[in-house]
């Protein structure tokens, strides 16, 4: 079990950077329109139950009712199982979300999510971003 512990800083809005079926990236800023500062990046995911954006998520010790059902899907309790609430896009409370890992790790810095040339230390450009065409 794992409560995670964010940095200080605006992290309002959340969403799905990457997942490829192993690694799981959720990004978090203040307005992911152009840039986000705070990354979660967990390995080995085994179990995943979020919505691929949110806001304001509320991390909380999982419930003996969510481990149990990450057990029975995984077969034993992974190293790391986060859980986390957030708000239902219809105003009805919140949603229990769950992320069961090998691990999980916080990563900061400034990522872009336009093309730059100009990066400075500790910042970088998102994985999606690309070069512009320069044959227009």
């Known amino acids: 079990m794992t409560v995670v512990r964010l940095p200080e ?51 909380r010790d999982p419930t003996s009712s969510e481990r149990d059902t990450v057990r029975r899907y995984v077969g034993d309790e992974p190293p790391v199982v986060v859980a986390f609430d957030v708000d239902a896009e219809e105003g009805r409370g919140f949603l229990p979300c769950v992320v069961a890992a090998a691990s999980v790790r916080i990563v900061t810095g400034l990522v872009y999510r336009y093309w730059r040339e100009d990066l400075k230390e500790g910042e970088r450009l998102a994985p999606f971003v690309r070069p512009p065409d320069s044959a227009r």
């Open 9 to 59: 800083g605006s992290w309002w809005d959340w969403e799905v950077l990457g997942w490829n079926g192993s690694e799981l990236r959720l990004a978090a800023g203040y307005d992911l329109t152009y840039h986000h500062g705070l990354e979660l990046v967990f390995t080995d995911v085994d179990y995943l139950a979020c919505p691929t954006r949110f806001s304001d998520p509320r991390f």
